[in-house]
Nanobody, 121 residues
Framework: VQLQASGGGVVQAGASLRLSCAGSDEFSVGWFRQAPGKERDFLAAIRWDDRGSYYADSVKGRLTISRDNAKNTVYLQMNSLKPEDTAVYFC???????????????????WGQGTQVTVSS
């Protein structure tokens, strides 16, 4: 499984971005981010069958995860971006069924290379 994350860039505070994760067909997918000097944090996840999505409390209401299985792509729509959203954003794919939490990195077996998001004030 090869995942390709894209859609990052440099934007001003208040702007929106949509990140894409290609290669995610029939896998559960999570998005994480890692800011400089910090640990990688869970943001959102979506079931392989699109029957459920999960969000970190810190981003609920600003981020929306969705998928288009016909295009083998999962999206992360990010609105009202803030400077503290600056980070490298990673997508990860995991098996359809697992006893592990969607919020945990060990739920996922494959990781994309990351895409940089920079939000200026």
């Amino acid at each position: 499984v090869q995942l390709q994350a894209s859609g990052g860039g440099v934007v001003q505070a208040g702007a929106s971005l949509r990140l894409s994760c290609a290669g995610s067909d029939e896998f559960s997918v999570g998005w994480f981010r890692q800011a400089p000097g910090k640990e990688r944090d869970f943001l959102a996840a979506i079931r392989w069958d699109d029957r459920g999505s999960y969000y970190a409390d810190s981003v609920k209401g600003r981020l929306t995860i969705s998928r288009d299985n016909a295009k083998n792509t999962v999206y992360l729509q990010m609105n009202s971006l803030k400077p503290e959203d600056t980070a490298v954003y990673f997508c990860a794919a995991g098996p359809k069924n697992s006893g592990r939490s969607y919020r945990m990195e060990n739920r996922y077996d494959w990781w994309g290379q990351g895409t940089q998001v920079t939000v200026s004030s």
